[in-house]
């Protein structure tokens, strides 16, 4: 056994007694983020970038999500009440249960609600959620950066050792090639730290940003793990046999040896709130995990419903466009 410093077998130890996962192990870099004051040089979460003052600051022009309120006439408020009224009557008088809404009041429920997504039944609004363009280009704020010193097997491409990672702090449903993806919208760029002689000054702050996307300056601890992948990326015999011995020991397979959790860079996706996604990329390749934003702990995001923003990127090409996932 090799345990590691917490005492709990890694992922090397499973590899070890089951010899057939090793071709589908990945080398990973945990990035554990904690509160901190990073500097220009040094990789971090929401840290300052380094970036060169002859390149422009990234903005964002996809439209974004913005949540519109319209008060429901005394007439319709009144209805719905009713509706209300009568389903709770009819749970009433079944004892208990479920609630259930007559064909006919689901009919006048969809008419009054038009569309909109949420009923504030406190100020009996209808809420809808509308894809509007920024008034102005919005400036990216930095999320992530990146030294390939600090994280071996970060794929730099040639003539580049720095990876940064910028986003329009708020909600936009399916960005420029970003099929199924609603999240904020992302740049990621590769450079060479030796070329930036002249900063950049970042811009003033957003106009428009979303709780949940702004993170707090963090430095990070990077340590290089072996992480495995998802069940549903594994042939099924030897998966399951890597639960069962998991088990054995009161361990989860998924997250303690696959898809470890956390900021990560490189390693494997994991897939526990849908079943697999295959990330294609646009020259048909199956794209491989690049970033892995992480809800919660030191940096205080929030991506999805308090889940993991990943970026993907081509294994054939560094050129094709990156792809976003959100789990
Ligand atoms: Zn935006
Ligand atoms: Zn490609």
Redesign the pocket.
């Known amino acids: 056994m090799t345990p590691d410093v917490s005492g709990t077998p890694s992922p090397r130890t499973l590899i070890e007694h089951f010899p057939a996962l090793a071709e589908h192990a990945r080398p990973a870099t945990l990035l554990r983020p904690s509160a901190g004051a990073p500097g220009l040089y040094d990789s971090s979460v929401g840290g300052p970038v380094l970036w060169p003052s002859d390149e422009p600051w990234p903005t964002c022009r996809a439209p974004h999500l913005v949540y519109k309120r319209e008060k429901l006439s005394d007439r319709d408020r009144e209805t719905l009440q009713d509706i209300d009224r009568r389903m709770k009557e009819r749970r009433q008088a079944r004892g208990g249960g479920a609630y259930e809404i007559a064909a006919e009041d689901a009919r006048t429920q969809e008419r009054i609600m038009a569309g909109a997504g949420v009923l504030d039944k406190i100020t009996w609004e209808r809420i809808r959620s509308v894809s509007e363009p920024h008034a102005l280009p919005a400036p990216m704020i930095p999320v992530l950066q990146l030294f390939s010193r600090d994280v071996p097997g970060l794929p730099c491409p040639p003539g580049t050792d720095l990876l940064q990672l910028l986003w329009c702090p708020d909600d936009h449903a399916e960005p420029p090639g970003q099929p199924g993806y609603w999240g904020p919208s992302v740049e990621v760029r590769f450079r060479s730290a030796a070329g930036v002689t002249e900063i950049h000054e970042p811009p003033g702050p957003p106009q428009e940003t979303k709780g949940g996307y702004v993170p707090r300056p963090c430095v990070l601890e990077p340590v290089g793990v072996i992480d495995l992948p998802d069940r549903d990326e594994l042939p099924e015999a030897l998966v399951e046999a890597a639960e069962n011995w998991a088990e054995e020991r009161g361990l989860e397979y998924a997250r303690t040896f696959g898809c470890l959790p956390g900021w990560k860079a490189g390693g494997w996706p994991s897939w526990h709130l849908t079943d697999l996604v295959p990330i294609d990329?646009?020259?048909?390749?199956r794209?491989r995990l690049l970033l892995t934003v992480d809800s919660g702990e030191a940096p205080g995001l929030r991506v999805g419903r308090s889940g993991e923003l990943r970026v993907f990127v081509?294994?054939?090409?560094d050129s094709?466009p990156f792809r976003l996932n959100i789990q």
């Open positions: 990329c646009v020259c048909g390749s794209m081509c294994p054939s090409d094709h």
